[in-house]
Nanobody, 123 residues
Framework: QVQLQESGPGLVKSSQTLSLTCTVSGGSITTNYYYWSWIRQPPGKGMEWIGYISYTGDTHYSPSLKRRTTISRDTSKNQITLQVTSVTPEDTAVYYC???????????????WGQGTQVTVSS
């Protein structure tokens, strides 16, 4: 019943900041024990976990993206945001938000997924 919807610009220029929003309905992002992840899938490649924000607001990021990534939340709007700075064409991917546990990233197993949104970084 919980639904996740990604939104944001579909085209971003190289060196700029990618910003996406995950709007959650049918459930609260502060509900105990849920972790809210961002995952991306570049064309022709597998899923890559970006990071998560917990039900308390704690964050954790993939080491490969930590330097450029910020995940935050707006509890009044029930939204999770993703920012990736200094983007390059290698950041082109379908971006998903998903609900899971603190270990969902290990096996890419989440209880609920958004439909995903395409983001293309132009050169």
């Amino acid at each position: 019943q919980v639904q996740l919807q990604e939104s944001g610009p579909g085209l971003v220029k190289s060196s700029q900041t990618l910003s996406l929003t995950c709007t959650v309905s049918g459930g609260s992002i502060t509900t105990n024990y849920y972790y809210w992840s961002w995952i991306r899938q570049p064309p022709g490649k597998g899923m890559e976990w970006i990071g998560y924000i917990s039900y308390t607001g704690d964050t954790h990021y993939s080491p490969s993206l930590k330097r450029r990534t910020t995940i935050s939340r707006d509890t009044s709007k029930n939204q999770i945001t993703l920012q990736v700075t200094s983007v390059t064409p290698e950041d082109t991917a379908v971006y998903y938000c998903a609900r899971g546990s603190d270990t969902s990233w290990k096996m890419n197993e989440y209880s609920t997924w958004g439909q995903g949104t395409q983001v293309t970084v132009s050169s």
